[in-house]
């Protein structure tokens, strides 16, 4: 098959997305507007020099350009525009739903949680009607967060906020040493008032993580979780039980989970029988999009229209929709699969 078609289907099929930060989702345009604004110093006052300064370099580079972006939230009009833009780049790609990740202590300083949520939603609803597209917020919790006991307060407030936007509570930041067992209070008592557990585990950490994030936090699906295959039997259970990866391949070659994206272990994933989506995970810091993620998979593994479509056919049976919501953004998808295939003459 003509790969340009192909390219080209994958540009404008229609997406959702599972595995993606807010806040990681800056781009450096947005960045700058937002230090202006609020009078604060980065290493670069333009466009181009910011983008140069996301390149990733390290891991510690990578945090510092984190944290320096989350320095320059500091009102909820802040977290509209930040949303606003988010959602306008959703749009761009055709993602027609994300699951959003946002991290609502890190910001507590300049602006309440309430404020946040109300912010964040403001954009929300503004976008489903303007771009028809939506989005669903996970808040999580970082791992580094101590005392352990501070995260009850997010994981409390998240589940007072299910149905204002709350889907799910989420738990990020370096896994190494900061094991999911720490945070089994916080997700139980957030899963008895109902609230289904996001957590990232089996990145930067293998397959205990991975368990832990199953056994003691209940995860519903497992944020990354790529380094499964170092455990035959946890990929067994994962076959079983279906429990879906939010797999996020550049992220993945960026923070050194692999060295490079064709020694990426998708198609082993896939071959084992696993249940994958694709995702971005901070898009600009890794230098992608959602969009870009599909090109360069396709591109590495020579994957051919139907692996895509299922790919995006999985991202919709994993998400926290209701499954009559699921089954209408399949039967809209499909139309448009269809009317782009023949468009193209795919
Ligand atoms: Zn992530």
Known sequence: MNKMPLAKFIRLMPKVELHVHLEGSIRPETLLTLAERNDVALPANTTEGLQEWYQFSSFAHFIEVYFAICNCIRTPDDFEFIATEFLRHQSEQNIKYSEVIFTPYTHREHVTFDEQLAAINRARQQAETSLGVRMALAPDISRQVRPVETSLLVADWAAQNMGNGIIALGLGGPEVDNPPELFQETFQRARAEGLPSLPHAGETEGAKSIWGAINTLSAVRVGHGVRCLEDPELVA????????????????????????????????????????????????????????????????????????????????????????????????????FVELENELGL
């Open 237 to 336: 259970f994962l076959r079983e039980k279906q429990i879906p990866l939010e797999v996020c391949p550049s992220s993945n070659v960026c923070l050194g989970v692999v060295p490079t994206l064709a020694e990426h272990p998708l198609p082993k994933l896939l071959e084992e029988g696993l249940f994958v989506t694709i995702s971005s995970d901070d898009p600009p810091m890794f230098d992608t999009t959602l969009t870009d993620e599909y090109l360069r998979i396709t591109e590495t593994f020579g994957f051919g229209i139907t692996q895509i479509k299922q790919f995006v056919s999985n991202g919709i049976q994993a998400s926290l929709l209701s499954s009559g919501e699921q089954r209408a953004l399949e039967s809209e998808f499909r139309t448009q």
